[in-house]
């Protein structure tokens, strides 16, 4: 089994950043695929930013990218999710997600979620 424990939402004014951790305890050498995912209210949960940890390769969602990087720390088994030029419509619940295969997307483990308002 594999805990999530996610950290940094906030809020910040449209153009500002934040920093979303996400720390993973338990079995986390079993994981080859992370990711980040958000949910606006009244919307469905959406994906945002994914990592391979075996070649560490990275995709996003057209929305982010240029914007939002997903990065790891592998001493600290964290994950990242470094947000610049925010808008009002990044305002969502984020959360990270794990799993165990790399050909499946990363929704076998769930953090509880952080909030991220953009607003001035």
């Not at 449209?14 to 980040?36: E, Y």
């Amino acid at each position: 089994q594999v805990q999530l424990v996610e950290s940094g939402g906030g809020l910040v004014q449209p153009g500002g950043s934040l920093r979303l951790s996400c720390v993973a305890s338990g079995r986390s050498d079993t994981l080859s695929h992370m990711g980040w995912f958000r949910q606006a209210p009244g919307k469905e949960r959406e994906f945002v930013a994914g990592l391979f940890v075996t070649d560490g390769k990275t995709y996003y969602a057209d929305s982010v990218n240029g914007r939002f990087t997903i990065f790891r720390d592998n001493v600290k088994n964290t994950l990242f999710l470094q947000m610049n030029r925010l808008k009002p419509e990044d305002t969502a619940v984020y959360y990270c997600g794990m799993g165990r295969s790399s050909s499946r997307p990363p929704t076998e483990y769930w953090g509880q979620g952080t909030q991220v308002t953009v607003s001035s």
